[in-house]
């Protein structure tokens, strides 16, 4: 089932100030120029939602879309643009880590690779430290119309191999194209039953807060 109302919701620079926890949420980063904004607007349908640029590092907010009224998408900054100082590079990382380790709604990150570039520790040392801190996670390959499908085998392979180096087990991998449309409905089926357990879990929340403590009766 296709998106059917993407709509951008707020931007801001303080993980404080970030829309309440009320939804299920998703963010989206990866290196600079991974090709972030492209797909988001492939997997929502809207060609000009997230605003894609040549110039690496444009994205410097954390920037929420709000999908069908039901879930949020966010948009992070993009790690590791060596064109700016070492200062912005700090004040970018403190934001991306505020963020992700205080939205409680916050049910899975999208780590975006290229799918042209062998594996590169600036993206598995990421990782590693979303699983040090125990954050769900799974792999975007971007851009793989440019590869044949050997080549992308190839590719899907060494990764595998290089984070089992790592982990005892690799996380889930989604093989996208932002010019074929590939993995749109691989994702959007990955994340539908996220939200459909989320909102269950919310109901019997406050079930349980409704229902007030057991009061004895008497004889």
């Known amino acids: 089932m296709p998106v059917k109302q993407a709509e951008f919701f707020v931007s801001n620079s ?27 607007n492939m997997l929502t349908g809207r060609s000009g939602l997230a605003k894609i640029s040549g ?26 643009y060596a064109q700016v100082s070492k200062t912005e590079r700090e004040k970018f990382a403190a934001l991306i880590t505020g963020y992700l380790t205080n939205r409680p709604n916050l049910l899975c990150i999208f780590v975006l690779v290229d799918s042209r570039i ?26 793989t119309e440019k590869l044949g499908p050997t080549k992308l085998q ?10 089992l180096e790592r982990w005892e087990e690799a996380p889930t991998f989604f093989v996208t194209s932002a010019i074929t449309g590939a993995g749109r409905e691989d994702i959007l089926s990955f994340i539908r039953p ?26």
């Open 14 to 40: 303080d993980p404080a100030k970030c829309p309440s926890p009320d939804r299920p949420e998703y963010a989206f980063i990866g290196r600079s120029n991974v090709g972030k904004s492209s797909l988001i």
């Open 55 to 80: 110039k690496p590092g444009k994205t410097q907010l954390i920037n929420h879309f709000i999908i069908d009224n039901e879930w949020y998408l966010v948009d992070l900054p993009g790690y590791g």
């Open 118 to 143: 062998e594996p590169q520790k600036i993206d598995l040392d990421f990782m590693e430290n979303l699983g040090d801190r125990g954050l769900p996670f799974v792999v975007v390959f971007t851009k």
């Open 154 to 163: 190839a590719t899907l392979d060494t990764y595998r191999a290089k984070l």
């Open 194 to 219: 996220l939200n459909e357990d989320y909102v269950k879990e919310q109901k019997n929340e406050r079930k349980k807060r409704n229902a007030g403590p057991l009061r004895k009766t008497g004889n």
